[in-house]
């Protein structure tokens, strides 16, 4: 992994064919732009005359085919190297015998495009596979005729010189000229050309396993499909005891690829191009295997890095005869060894096999073969031992296990094969050696080579080293480290970890490299190198910000996918005590991996694949297996409940944990599958079976009510299923569920008020879990990983860090190079070899520990995808990071990321777009301002001083609060506390609304809890003008605008001043208006701020004027709040659009209170429409209103207190800015509506005035409560009372 460079560009390996994808269309029917025809036209160099051509090719495998031969290859190596692996699971087998067939449009045409008596190339291909039979099928799939009995087609099949195993094969029309002479009338054109009609099929099948005759030869007839002997093979571990079982015949014999060519240069530089129009029309593949009546359409090929040859009418000279079965998945590199040790002259140990052995030490862990070598002739050596000396090897991840000498503890398989490196084998050449290599490749960091103490000197040991044929690599990169406040001085900083942070975010990659093998994500190199979706779900997103490999993961999950696929089929119900005697054995293997719990990341794992890589070609591909699978899992159900019946006999992990923990986190990983599913299945172009789509909903929203009926749901979690049930978006669907129904019938609502406060604090509950150390710490570093993800999605980003330093980093500190299967952080040095009862089984590097490479990017600079692909995402990088950069590839091109001191650099490719703090940026380079970013960690973090409220059982202010000749108020609303000078009292600014309007009303308070002398503030206005349906006081000018300061009101040219909303409408008792459209403001003035009056005629902002005034508040003006700020006025205020009825909020300035400007860039706090991990709507998806904001100065920081209405209800939010212009919300409220257990904000919490009484040092949060005993005043308090 040294030297990583970013690479964009595509430079394959040698025979290292590239996979491209194709679209495919929701029907067999034609469609245009169905395949990029780039991908097959070949380059020209034309000359006069006669084209010459290079010819590029594509080749077609059936789906799945060619991953499953690989697996089944790579089962063999790990059977044939004796690794101690136990692999469950019924395992797909490719098909040596399949059929293709293409769509071939406008037939009738071509044969105008040669002159008299040519024949034009009506299709060219090469394959690995013999052809069994050809033939024209119709749309329906019957048959037209067999090539052969067609005159005017000829099939030639020949086998280019010295290779048995490759097919050429061209199927000609002929051009000769009707004697009719009518060249536009197909019906004159001998042999039925045309019935081969348009859209009509060729039909091909196709067998590489030599028991099959067919069509031979140049110009052979149709043969028949009669086997030689018996063919086909069973799915590997059939039984699914986990023990591999392979059919070597079946691995030697490959799937039948085609090798599409384009046709022979016969004609003129114009025919061709015409022609070549004609071929690319052959563009719809589809694929059965042998014995299946399914047709699945080919949705991806593979392009090879160098050119076609031409075939010549001999069919002598072809391309190259390579296919992309027989590629080379590895990149071999010799390694020499950092240190050496004779283990005689160490305190290493006595036997005799240590006094003739010495240690290599290669520095890192390496997987590959060693190689031993030594001169042939030595005639130094006396007396001269005889020749070959007895070589033996040890190895391992650790000095202990090289050290081993029982063979019943060896993990791996030792045994060497011999060889001279001279023709002649003569041991008196001076320049010939003596070779051993291993017949395995191996694992290891440390090699022992036991010879003859003589050979010592002259030993040379090396290490043919595999890789993976990685093209392009992402990098992260750490500057001078994190920042952290100084307790002595917190205005300094000081630096922490940079230099670890490195080295583990080095060493995960690394890992995760190792742990690509032959283009497949295994989980470990030493043991199983054998794909487990387990590790998947880690490792892909390890992969995406690494190496953003595509194929690696594709090939994984398509293996994974057709596990147990021949069984998913059958009824999967039975009487309760498991299947039947006759299928409960055939059954076990029908899992992902033979685990039930597999099955279900299988499902969140193409969720996941589709996030990050955004591969809609491989969703179409897969989606019938994804489908096939969901259908089973539902069968395996309880049908009123939902839940996933779980059988003594099925596999559970989970992680290496005890039992009784693992339910409930199954049950939660069922609900995410599901969730996934939807998705997918709505990112499909076609749903395809609608009825299993409504069946996934169905099972999900009976999973759900079970959840909800729960009286405790968390009860009997573990550490696991309070990382599940945070990272599924569980507790978000559940609160959503629970606020379903009619809210309006007090007494109806009764119950699920119940569900929803159960509902309410389940994230919260699940942090302080996490935090706390009473559950059982995970035993992996797969779930370690998703624990800091956890973490860090709970708002807890340092602590997440904190966390990766102390776990990854103390396998660095006991000598890693590599991250390990398993890992306690308690364990000493000595014991992290040992796993499963043996002393060296643990693997020391492990595809799901390689979680740093996607926590560091995200946990440091919030990077991550919102939508698939990257085609959105979001920035948001951690205020304590110093300095640190990304460069991340994705399908757009590479994200760059630069974070310094000073500023943020980044680049975003084209075609996608970031967000940071809440604004969207296109394509191009940005530079910010360090001192301008708040991140959502320091939101979190400003955002806990406002939290953990305690109520007030009633209103302080009732919903009819019996004022004196006002006794028809029905509803009172819009608190605002103030203080006049030189007054000790408080008093609070209402509104009372009797049916027929607002009038604003003025309590007074020497304790801030019971209010008294409630009087007519300011009044209706008069007829015809703006405020003649009600006024709204409350925007007050105060003296001070820190959070903290008292609420005092300010003096300017003798008067107090306040900004209103009002109404110009006004409803009547017969006819009640409740804030008719559209809404306005004006200024108030006073004397001595009590009692009210207007202070000029004109409103100051309404729908009309001043200025340009935008769609999203046209309809109607609400309530301001009026801040002043380096001598200027800022007015913030809501306005409503229709008919959605969205209200946001908007900012307007002035120098003198009459005269105002809206901000060019409204609203400055939208509705929340952030695409987000899941597909559930936030607090404030319909309205951001009415704010209050004040400068925290201890913060150095602006906030805002707003409300939002989303998830049926409307709740009290806050928002963070630097400048009064951009904000940052926490998308997680300060307090929600029905929180008060009397029910009193059971619908509505809305509307605050926040005011801080230092006598005894408590926040007193008035606000709009609405609920049981109707709209009215409330009261929170940061502190009991």
Not at 54 to 83: I, S
Not at 149 to 173: A, G, S
Not at 517 to 529: A, E, L, Q, S
């Amino acid at each position: 992994m040294e030297n990583r460079m970013v690479n964009t560009e595509t430079s394959p390996q040698p025979h290292g064919w590239t996979r491209i994808n194709i679209s495919i269309p929701a029907s067999t029917q034609p469609a245009d732009d169905v395949i990029d025809a780039a991908n097959i036209i070949p380059d020209y160099n034309q000359g006069e005359g006669q084209a010459e051509m290079a010819y590029h090719a594509v080749a077609f495998y059936g789906p799945g085919e060619l991953e499953t031969y690989r697996h089944t290859q790579l089962q063999q190596a790990v059977k044939d190297a004796k690794l101690k692996v136990w692999y469950p699971g019924r395992w797909h087998r490719h098909s040596p015998r399949a059929y293709f067939r293409t769509r071939l449009d406008n037939v009738q045409e071509l044969w105008k495009g040669g002159s008299d008596d040519h024949e034009v190339v009506l299709f060219q291909f090469r394959s690995n596979a013999r052809l069994l039979s050809a033939e024209w099928m119709d749309q329906m799939g019957e048959e037209l005729q067999s090539i052969s009995q067609n005159t005017r087609l000829r099939w030639q099949t020949t086998m280019p010189i010295h290779n048995e195993d490759v097919f050429d094969h061209t199927l000609h029309i002929s051009t000769k000229r009707s004697r009719s002479g009518n060249d536009n009338d197909p019906h004159n054109i001998s042999g039925g050309v045309h019935e081969l009609k348009s859209g009509s099929f060729l039909h091909m099948e196709f067998d590489t396993t030599g028991q099959y005759s067919g069509l031979e030869g140049m110009d052979s007839d149709k043969g028949e499909s009669t086997p030689r002997s018996g063919g086909g093979g069973e799915p590997s571990d059939s039984d699914g005891d986990g023990n591999i079982k392979t059919d070597s015949d079946l691995a030697e014999n490959p799937p039948p690829c085609i090798i599409l060519q384009l046709p022979l240069p016969i004609f003129t530089p114009n025919q061709n191009k015409q022609h070549e129009q004609k071929y690319n029309e052959c563009r719809n593949w589809e694929w059965k295997e042998y014995g299946s009546k399914d047709w699945i359409p080919i949705s991806s090929c593979w392009k090879p890095p160098f050119k076609m040859d031409t075939l010549n009418t001999n069919g002598n000279v072809g391309a190259p005869c390579i296919f992309p079965h027989q590629m080379d998945l590895s990149k071999v590199s010799t390694v020499l060894p950092k240190s050496r040790v004779n283990c005689g002259n160490n305190d290493l140990g006595s036997a005799s096999s240590l006094q003739d052995a010495f240690i290599n030490d290669f520095g890192k862990e390496l997987l590959g073969k060693v190689c031993i070598s030594i001169p042939a002739s030595l005639p130094a050596v006396s007396p001269r031992p005889p020749l070959p000396p007895i070589v033996k090897l040890r190895v391992g991840e650790t000095l202990e296990e090289a050290l081993n000498d029982d063979e019943d503890q060896f993990e791996q398989c030792l045994d060497l094969s011999y060889h001279l490196t001279t023709d002649d084998h003569s041991t008196e050449d001076f320049n010939a050696e003596q070779v051993w290599v291993s017949n395995h490749l191996l694992a290891f960091r440390y090699a022992r080579v036991i010879i003859p103490i003589q050979y010592h000197y002259h030993a040379k040991v090396t290490c043919q080293a595999h890789s993976p044929l990685l093209e392009q690599c992402s990098s992260f990169s750490f500057g001078n480290g994190c920042r952290s406040k100084n307790p002595d001085d917190p205005e300094k900083y000081q630096l922490q970890n940079c230099e670890q942070d490195a080295e583990i975010w080095q060493a995960a990659a690394d890992t995760l490299q190792l742990c690509i093998h032959h283009n497949f994500i295994v989980d470990g190199i030493k043991r199983d190198r054998l794909p487990w979706v387990g590790d998947l779900a880690v490792s892909l997103m390890a992969n995406a910000y690494t190496f953003c490999d595509k194929e690696c993961t594709r090939w994984s999950l398509t293996v994974l996918g057709r596990c147990g696929m021949d069984k998913l089929a059958l009824p999967s119900h039975d009487d309760g005590e498991g299947k039947d005697s006759s299928t409960k054995k055939s059954m076990l293997g029908i899992h992902v991996n033979g685990i039930i719990d597999y099955s279900l990341w299988f499902i969140i794992c193409h969720w996941l694949y589709q996030r990050y890589f955004g591969d809609k070609h491989f969703l179409q591909q897969e989606w019938r297996l994804i489908e096939l699978r969901l259908t089973y899992l539902i069968g395996l159900c309880n049908d009123e409940e939902g839940w996933l019946v779980i059988n003594k006999e099925d596999q559970v992990f989970i992680d290496w944990t005890a039992d009784g923990e693992k339910y409930n986190a199954v049950q939660i990983l069922w609900w995410q599958a599901l969730d996934c599913g939807i998705s997918l299945a709505q990112k499909m172009t076609s749903l395809g079976n609608k009825s299993q789509y409504q069946s996934m909903k169905e099972t999900m929203s009976r999973l759900e009510n079970s959840f909800l009926k729960m009286e405790d749901i968390q009860l009997g979690f573990s550490r696991h299923s309070h990382i599940l049930a945070v990272l599924s978006g569980l507790y978000t669907r559940l609160e959503d569920r629970a606020r379903e129904g009619d809210w309006s019938n007090p007494d109806s609502s009764d119950d699920r008020w119940q569900t929803l406060c159960r509902c309410r604090n389940l994230y919260q509950q699940s942090a302080e879990a996490l935090r706390g150390d009473q559950l059982s710490p995970v035993a992996t570093p797969n779930m370690k990983h998703l624990e800091c993800l956890a973490i860090s999605r709970l708002g807890e980003r340092p602590s997440a860090l904190k966390i990766i330093r102390s776990y990854w980093g103390g396998m660095l500190a006991r000598n890693a190079t590599t991250f390990f299967e398993a890992f306690n952080e308690n364990e000493s040095l000595a014991d992290v070899a040992q796993f499963y009862d043996r002393p060296f089984a643990r693997s020391l590097c492990h595809a799901w520990a390689s979680g740093p490479c996607s926590l560091y990017p995200e946990i440091m600079l919030g990077l991550r995808p919102l939508s698939d692909g990257w085609q959105q995402w979001i920035c948001d990088p951690l205020d304590c990071v110093l300095s640190v950069s990304a460069a991340i590839i994705t399908q757009f091109g590479i994200i760059d990321v630069q974070l310094d001191a000073d500023s943020l650099c980044v680049v975003v490719p084209d075609k996608s777009t970031m967000i940071l703090m809440e604004k969207s940026y296109s394509s191009g380079k940005y530079s910010f301002p360090r001192e301008s970013l708040i991140s959502s960690q320091l939101v979190h973090e400003w955002s806990k001083k406002y939290r953990g409220w305690q109520h007030h059982e009633s209103h302080v202010i009732k919903p009819n609060p019996m004022i004196p000749s006002y006794e028809t108020i029905r509803m009172t609303d819009v608190p605002t506390v103030y203080q006049i000078p030189e007054d000790d009292k408080f008093y609070m600014s209402f509104i009372g609304y009797d049916g027929i309007g607002y009038q604003t009303f003025v309590a007074e308070s020497s304790d801030l809890l019971e209010w008294t002398n409630m009087k007519l503030a300011m009044g209706y206005g008069e007829e015809g003008m703006f405020d003649f349906g009600g006024v709204v006081l409350g925007a007050y000018l105060y003296e001070n605008s820190d959070i903290d300061a008292p609420r005092v009101l300010k003096r300017k040219h003798g008067k107090f001043y306040c900004l209103y909303g009002a109404y110009a409408k006004k409803g009547t008792a017969e006819c009640p208006l409740y804030e008719p459209d559209p809404g306005y403001q004006g200024l108030a003035c006073s004397l001595d701020g009590l009692h009210w009056q207007r202070e000029q005629d004109e409103s100051i902002l309404s729908v009309y004027s001043p200025g340009i005034v935008k769609d999203w508040e046209k309809d109607s003006i609400y309530q301001p709040w009026l801040v002043e700020h380096v001598e200027r006025y800022y007015n913030f205020y809501n306005a409503k659009q229709m008919p959605q009825w969205v209200e946001q909020l908007g900012l307007a300035t002035s120098k003198d209170l009459r005269n105002w400007t809206r901000h060019a860039d409204n609203p400055i706090l939208r509705v929340d429409k952030r695409i987000g991990t899941t597909i559930h709507e936030g607090y404030d998806t319909q309205f951001t209103s009415d704010a209050k904001v004040f400068w925290d100065r201890d913060e150095s920081h602006w906030t805002m207190f707003y409300f939002g209405v989303g998830k049926g209800g409307a709740h009290i939010m806050a928002a963070y800015s630097k400048d009064l212009i951009h904000w940052v919300r926490d998308s997680n409220p300060l307090y929600t509506a029905g929180e008060n257990p009397s029910g009193l904000d059971k619908q509505y919490a809305h509307k605050i005035s926040l005011v801080w009484n230092p006598f005894n040092e408590t926040w007193y949060m008035f606000y709009c409560a609405v609920g049981d005993a109707g709209r009215g005043i409330g009261l929170l308090t940061s502190r009991p009372l």
